[in-house]
């Protein structure tokens, strides 16, 4: 059983005018087989949680702890993380010029796993992977989100996730920019790693980021969290989506404002 712990984190992002508080003491806690849902407003710090957790080197923990089945994440470097079993699907993936697709995810997944897998296994892994998430097989020899729409970016994240088979993973408005078919692809593959993770172990623990309701018609979250001013401000179960789609974001706005 894996637990990620957030304990009072405070995170600090140096910007033009000196160093701002974005993350102003958040808590949570996910454990292996769980769907959280973290929901906010544009602007509220949820991608710098995001990639606070990863390790992101523009953004500094200034207090409070992060622990991976009690071990030590803030201390540990951005690949120990992975290797750990935390994954991060990026709002806005990057492109990798001059590095092949099926390159990349052989060496992540080889990293991660501790040894290359066989190279025939393998090949069959990645095939039935793309094909699930709909992905031409064409698009393993290109470079690694060089040139892909929104929407492919976002499949190619899923592809990572379901190649590296981490414990936790936090997926950054993995809907944010897609169609609606894209959207049932990209949930479809997500719920598709859900249920091979739950048959082969405990399941993956899900930290699902978002701005919008309608991705959690397609992965039904266990915890609904609503996100305000760098802090969680509410907690709830699925039935707090459902009030943030009739009345947004409203009743909680200013909640978050007065943290130290
Ligand atoms: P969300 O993902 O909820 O939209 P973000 O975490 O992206 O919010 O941003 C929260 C706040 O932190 C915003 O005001 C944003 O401008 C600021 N911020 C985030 N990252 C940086 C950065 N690297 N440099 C400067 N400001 C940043
Ligand atoms: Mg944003
Ligand atoms: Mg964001």
Known sequence: ????EIRDLHVSVTTDDGPQEILRGVNLTVSSGETHAIMGP???GKSTLAYSLAGHPKYHVTSGTVTLDGEDVLAMSVDARARAG???AMQYPVEIPGVSTSNFL?????????EAPPIRKWVKEVKTAMTDLEIDP????????EGFSGGEKKRQEILQMSLLRPKIAVLDETDSGLDVDALRIVSEGVNRYKAASLESGEGVGVL?????TRILRYIKPDHVHVFVGGRIVESGGPALADELETSGYVRFAGAGAGAP
């Open 1 to 4: 059983m894996a637990t990620l």
């Open 138 to 145: 064409a698009f393993a020899e290109r470079n690694v989100n």
């Open 106 to 114: 052989r060496t992540a997944a080889t990293a991660v796993r501790g």
């Open 42 to 44: 544009n602007g509220s």
């Open 86 to 88: 935390l994954f991060l």
């Open 208 to 212: 699902l980021i978002t701005h919008y």
